[in-house]
């Protein structure tokens, strides 16, 4: 008995690990995922834009790089997307002062149009769009498209983007009982919740056992502390 649940609370804890994680990735404008459509500049390193009107700078900007995109009344559109999988999405850019378009995002039945109405030249890593509380196992597609403001006066409007958040993983550990680890998927659902709830009341003990088990096969390093 007492050989037996050792082993399985650590089984339990990498179950809620990889259940439970809420991982933030960054997604630079250089990613495949990324697709601009019309009239856009790609600026990076060792390609600025000589002739781009818009000069950021670039130390401030997500791995040196971003697209920058324009617009002016009768021109062709210019678009873009963004493709990813997770429950939440965060699309960032440099707002600029006066010379920007109105840009109007859609995703699914979500539509938003970022505006800035700033007196700042610059200001880096502003939200430009942001969605929540989508199907985390399912692949989304934000689209934009820009539009001239007309109150500007200004006749070529640019837009510049950065990057991306995707926010994946499950906040709910306890009713997600989806797993990817092998060992799991050969118990059935009833004995997972039940045991769940067992490893719960003696989470502080289950925690101990699978550390020190881990630290003793490899560096041990709690007992280096006798030392001193
Ligand atoms: C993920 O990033 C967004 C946007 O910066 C932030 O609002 C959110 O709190 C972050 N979530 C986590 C789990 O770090």
Same mark, same amino acid.
């Given at each position: ?24 990735? !960054?997604? #630079?404008?250089?990613? /495949? ?23 950021? #700078? ?5 791995? /040196? !790089?971003?697209?920058?995109?324009? %617009? ?20 960032? /850019? %440099? ?12 995703? /699914?039945?979500?539509?938003? *149009?970022?505006?800035?109405?700033? &007196? ?21 597609? *934000? ?23 995707? &926010?994946?993983?499950?906040? #709910? *550990?306890? !009713?997600? &009982? ?7 998927? =050969?118990? !059935? ?12 009341? =003696? ?26």
């Amino acid at each position: 008995m007492f050989q037996w649940l050792p082993h399985s609370f650590i089984l339990l804890l990498v179950v809620s690990f990889s259940n439970g994680a809420i991982t933030n990735t !960054t997604i #630079d404008d250089s990613s /495949g995922s990324f697709k601009f459509v019309g009239s856009w500049n790609t600026i990076t390193p060792t390609s600025p834009c000589e002739i781009c009107s818009s000069k950021p #700078d670039a130390s401030k900007i997500h791995g /040196g !790089t971003w697209h920058d995109g324009n %617009i002016r009344t009768g021109a062709s559109p210019t678009t873009g997307s963004f493709t990813f999988q997770g429950s939440a999405v965060y699309i960032f /850019g %440099i707002d600029q002062a006066i010379s920007q378009p109105d840009i109007a995002f859609t995703l /699914g039945s979500t539509q938003a *149009v970022h505006h800035y109405p700033g &007196t700042e030249q610059f200001v880096y890593s502003a939200l430009f769009f942001q969605a929540t509380g989508l199907a985390a196992d399912q692949t989304h597609t *934000v689209n934009w498209v820009f539009n001239v403001d007309g109150s500007t006066g200004v006749p070529v409007q640019a837009a510049l983007f950065d990057y991306a958040i995707v &926010t994946s993983g499950q906040e #709910d *550990v306890q !009713t997600t &009982t989806t797993s990817r680890s092998p060992e799991t998927l =050969s118990k !059935t659902p009833r004995q997972s919740s039940a045991s769940a709830s067992v490893s719960a009341k =003696s989470a502080s003990s289950a925690n101990q056992e699978s550390t020190s088990s881990r630290s003793s096969a490899t560096s041990a390093p709690e007992s280096q502390s006798s030392t001193s």
